[in-house]
């Protein structure tokens, strides 16, 4: 069993930063690959990035590359996605994910664990 729970999330202008955390408990958590996914209001969920347990694989989407940075701390249990020139695009409600497996996945059918989800609000 994995446990997550997100914080980080809030209201930013255009052009702000936020940091996600996922501090994940739970006998596998530290060999869990990991993801971050995002829901905007009348839109499916899509996928953002990713990163394996070790983190020596990682992979966003196109339209946060260069902005978005996931990183984990295994020590911690916790993983983080930072999150810089934010446009109002990036609204969402955000969450984590964990899978039961040690690699990475962009398909939101292949994790087994989920946060609560956190909002994430850009104003312009």
């Known amino acids: 069993q994995v446990q997550l729970v997100e914080s980080g999330g809030g209201l930013v202008q255009a052009g702000g930063s936020l940091r996600l955390s996922c501090a994940a408990s739970?006998?596998?958590?530290?060999?869990?690959?990991m993801g971050w996914f995002r829901q905007a209001p009348g839109k499916e969920r899509e996928f953002v990035a990713t990163i394996n347990w070790i983190g020596s694989y990682i992979y966003y989407v196109d339209s946060v590359k260069g902005r978005f940075t996931i990183s984990r701390d295994n020590a911690k249990n916790t993983v983080y996605l930072q999150m810089n020139s934010l446009k109002a695009e990036d609204t969402a409600v955000y969450y984590c994910?964990?899978?039961?497996?040690?690699?990475?996945?962009?398909?939101?059918?292949?994790?087994?664990?989920w946060g609560q989800g956190t909002q994430v609000t850009v104003s312009s």
């Open positions: 994910a964990a899978r039961a497996g040690r690699s990475g996945s962009v398909y939101s059918s292949e994790y087994n664990y």
């Open positions: 739970g006998r596998t958590a530290s060999t869990s690959g």
